[in-house]
């Protein structure tokens, strides 16, 4: 059977942008730019992108597009056998591992997108977000039927396959995310009191820039650009042959750092609009489904039509981001079973999302009655994000980056970036620098860094 492949040169970017851009985008970028000094993280996040995130990209595209086949396959393919081929298989472990959780946080923003169309936030005093959010977390069936209802969601688009599944749907939400977006940024900066917010988000303070802010920055855009899981080296390999892989890199970096950027822009100046301090309202679930609900009801009259579609249209930009990152691990997976073990796209579809329902609920119920299973202090979420975040992804870019540089015939590299010499590569020597020498010794710092290491020493 042919293999399939992307329409479009655009629908290859939506899709692979819609990998890219996440609940990361939303609910971490903005607060880590607000606290370590603004324009001045931006810069070098977006150094950190440009220097270390894009070869890395580059190479899983080029990767994933030259072999045509699920990310376990496409590094056996280009090893010849040698244990690099391993490299593949752990980014399908990762990816595959990443969407256990990844899920259960998409499903609590359609469960607050519910809330918020429903009004339901209405008169509820500030103090009490908290514990609406704890209730339901805790509660051991809410969380986890919208899981399911989530999970369901992207199973369906996977099994319609890749261009009347993944690209179609890519085609639909990114714009839609875009379009609410911006609807979101004019709400928003036009609060009396937003220059505050978007001076707190962009005032350059070197003075809080340190090391470590490099190291944040770079952990940050390595998660956010989905590197070293498979999802872009998968996504590549139904890209046509003629796409051009540096420029499609670019522009899915660019796609993902605007909308980052445009998240701040949405939510310092409500933030700011209530009094609220930054320090306050936290970062990731607790920005997100504790304070900001909050904040929406505030800054745009508790209680009102406008609260509710405010707060509505963010917790359906939250839902479209992770679904579309969502799909992305899920087709990782998916081409994985499928063509390494020979099935069918449902049957592969099907083994993928009965092993999520099953780890999914884990990581869901540990907020309640699972809540007392730990290992290191952490529950079974918390496991699984931080053995991810801290373990698989490092090890991944890591590998990938020695793989391109040091093992890849260099002649072959450049005949594949350049489209067999149609298309000009002034950056590749800058390309193979970064992945011999600059992104092993910042990937492995940022290994240690998160470890604690540094923190023995000093
Ligand atoms: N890049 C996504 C984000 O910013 C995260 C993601 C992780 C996407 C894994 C796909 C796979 O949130």
């Not at 939506?14 to 990998?19: F, H, K, N």
């Not at 999970?151 to 890519?170: A, D, L, N, P, W």
């Not at 005949?415 to 010794?441: A, D, H, M, Q």
Request: net charge positive; aromatic share 14%.
């Amino acid at each position: 059977m042919e293999r399939e492949k992307f329409g479009s040169k655009i629908g290859a970017i939506l899709a692979a942008a819609g990998s890219a851009v996440g609940l990361g985008n939303i609910w971490r970028f903005p607060i880590q730019t607000g606290e370590n000094g603004g324009a001045a993280f931006i810069i070098i996040y977006i150094v950190c992108i440009l220097v270390l995130g894009l070869p890395i990209m580059i190479s899983e595209f080029m990767i994933g597009r030259h072999t045509h086949a699920n990310t376990a396959g496409a590094y056996r393919i280009m090893s010849n056998g040698s244990p690099w081929k391993w490299v593949g298989w752990l980014g399908v472990f990762t990816g595959w591992f990443i969407l256990c959780y990844y899920n259960v946080v998409g499903a609590w923003t359609l469960h607050y997108a519910f809330l918020s169309i429903t009004n339901a936030f209405q008169g509820v005093d500030a103090k009490d977000y908290g514990n609406i959010f704890n209730h339901f977390v805790e509660n051991p069936w809410m969380p986890t039927l919208w899981l399911f209802l989530f999970i369901g969601i992207i199973h369906y688009v996977i099994t319609r396959g890749v261009q009347s599944g993944i690209e179609k749907s890519s085609k639909l939400l990114m714009p839609a995310l875009f379009v609410i977006t911006v609807c979101l940024v004019i709400c928003s900066v036009t609060l009396p009191g937003a220059t505050r917010g978007l001076e707190f988000l962009l005032m350059p303070d070197w003075s809080k820039v340190t090391s470590s802010t490099v190291l944040k920055a770079l952990g940050q855009a390595f998660f956010s650009l989905s590197l070293a899981m498979g999802c872009l080296c998968t996504y590549a390999s139904y890209f046509d042959k003629k796409t051009p892989l540096a420029k499609s890199a670019v522009n899915v970096a660019a796609i993902d750092t605007t909308i980052a950027i445009m998240a701040g822009f949405i939510i310092f100046p409500s933030i700011f609009n209530i009094g609220m301090n930054p320090d306050e309202a936290g970062m990731g679930a607790s920005l997100t489904f504790i304070s900001l609900p909050n904040v929406f009801q505030q800054a745009f009259g508790a209680g009102s039509s406008l609260a509710a579609i405010v707060s509505a249209l963010f917790y359906f930009l939250l839902f479209f981001a992770a679904l579309t990152s969502s799909i992305s691990l899920h087709e990782v997976a998916t081409a994985y079973m499928s063509e390494e073990f020979k099935k069918s796209r449902k049957q592969s579809a099907m083994i993928v999302t009965a092993t999520i329902l099953v780890l999914g609920t884990l990581c869901s119920l540990s907020f309640g009655p699972l809540g007392n299973i730990t290992l290191f202090g952490r529950n079974i979420f918390t496991l699984f994000d931080d053995f991810s975040a801290m373990v698989l992804l490092p090890v991944g870019g890591l590998l990938i980056s020695i793989f391109a540089g040091w093992v890849l015939d260099k002649k072959f590299y450049q005949n594949e970036i350049s489209n067999g010499g149609t298309l000009k590569t002034p950056y590749f020597r800058l390309l193979v620098f970064s992945l011999r020498y600059l992104s092993p010794v910042a990937i492995g710092l940022i290994f240690l860094d998160q470890l604690g290491v540094f923190k023995l020493f000093s």
